[in-house]
Structure formats: structure tokens, C-alpha cells
T-cell receptor, first 112, second 118 residues
């Protein structure tokens, strides 16, 4: 399983764009990259997933360079409610399920 | 869709007693569910993989006799913390992926169970 490295914390202000980069140098050919958001005392919530290039949904964009050794989660115009821990995971299916290992995550703090 | 429900959301028990936590997939079936433990200000740590109809697979360092896992149906997995002690106090989270979905489909997580052992 590919190990991931993220910044421990980031600070931002409301209305700003936030980019969180994750390094995964040992990513395997079959691995996807998935980002989750977690609020205190709640389970992680899926944000976005991608394999290569760029993926965009209603809440975020995910940029993946050609070598796939890193990825960047982009949150446009953050608000106070985006204050949470963001986890980058890479992994593949194992025995019929997705056995994923969580890294340290990035604590994002959004202020007024 | 793809909702995972955990029960209870919090529980307080006395040292030495056992506690059962349920993880249900409400609108999908899952042959595999995962159990995580999370201590304050730390990341999620995978404890075990729960397989429907067979024995669970435990991660290194997790005592299988202390954390009993039963996956009796395609929609229910239970984690029983036996003879709980204060050091077992933690946030326990389960996750699952719908049966038959493509590889690397995102996991769906329950909202967790806060266990406090006094």
C-alpha cells in the first residue's frame, strides 16, 4: 500500500481557494487516489477520487500529474464549514474490498 | 444512497464489561466491511477486515480475542470489545463498499461510536 505524506495543518480565510498536496511516491499502477473529509466525532466523508489528470465535482477538484506521484485537492472559495481534517488515500481492491490506510491527514482551519 | 449506520453513537461502560457495536449498510450489500479505531487528534487506524460468512482478518497488533468481529449477513457486521478497559476508550468507525462495484470504489463510512470505559 502506497504511503502518503501531507502537510499536518493549513490555515486559510473564507473565500480563498485552498490547495492541499499529497505525496505518494510509491503509488501502484492500479491505485486510485481518494480524498476524504472528516469533522470531529464523525466518520470520514468521500470528497473526490481520481486516477490521472483532473477530476472535478461540485465541491472540489483533484489534480494529478502524469507521474501520479502526487495529487492536489483544490477547494474553491472555502467557508468556515470547510474546517476539517482532509485525508489523501491511495490503494487498490484487496480481497473484495478496499483496504485503505489513512495517513496523518491535513487539518484545515478556515477563519473569517 | 450508500448509507452506513453505526449503533450506538456513543456508549459508556464499566471496566471489565463487554460492548457490542453494530455496523449496518442500509441500502446496499457488502461482503467486506472494515473497522477502524481513532484516538483523539490522531488518524484512523485499521483494526480488521470483516468478511461475510468467514473469519475476520486482523491487523498486526490487534487482539482478535479482545475485539470480536462477526459479519453474519451482507448488511451487518458487529464489533464486540470484550473485557473493556480504560485504554480501549476510543472512537470506533466502520466502513463498507457496495457489493459488485468497480475496484477502488470509495468507501462509505459510518458516523462512528464513541466508547468510554470507566
Amino acid at each position: 500500500l502506497a504511503k502518503t505524506t501531507q502537510p499536518i495543518s493549513m490555515d486559510s480565510y473564507e473565500g480563498q481557494e485552498v490547495n492541499i498536496t499529497c505525496s505518494h511516491n510509491n503509488i501502484a499502477t492500479n491505485d486510485y487516489i481518494t480524498w476524504y473529509q472528516q469533522f470531529p466525532s464523525q466518520g470520514p466523508r468521500f470528497i473526490i477520487q481520481g486516477y490521472k489528470t483532473k477530476v472535478t465535482n461540485e465541491v472540489a477538484s483533484l489534480f494529478i500529474p502524469a507521474d501520479r506521484k502526487s495529487s492536489t485537492l483544490s477547494l474553491p472559495r472555502v467557508s468556515l464549514s470547510d474546517t476539517a481534517v482532509y485525508y489523501c488515500l491511495v490503494g487498490g481492491i484487496t480481497g473484495g474490498g478496499n483496504k485503505l490506510t489513512f495517513g496523518t491527514g491535513t487539518q484545515l482551519k478556515v477563519e473569517l | 444512497g450508500a448509507v452506513v449506520s453505526q449503533h450506538p453513537s456513543w456508549v459508556i461502560c464499566k471496566s471489565g464489561t463487554s460492548v457490542k457495536i453494530e455496523c449496518r449498510s442500509l441500502d446496499f450489500q457488502a461482503t467486506t466491511m472494515f473497522w477502524y479505531r481513532q484516538f483523539p487528534k490522531q488518524s484512523l487506524m485499521l483494526m480488521a477486515t470483516s468478511n461475510e460468512g468467514s473469519k475476520a482478518t486482523y491487523e498486526q497488533g490487534v487482539e482478535k480475542d479482545k475485539f470480536l468481529i462477526n459479519h453474519a449477513s451482507l448488511t451487518l457486521s458487529t464489533l464486540t470489545v470484550t473485557s473493556a478497559h480504560p485504554e480501549d476508550s476510543s472512537f470506533y468507525i466502520c466502513s463498507a463498499t457496495p457489493l459488485g462495484t468497480i475496484p477502488d470504489s470509495p468507501l462509505h463510512f459510518g458516523n462512528g461510536t464513541r466508547l468510554t470505559v470507566t
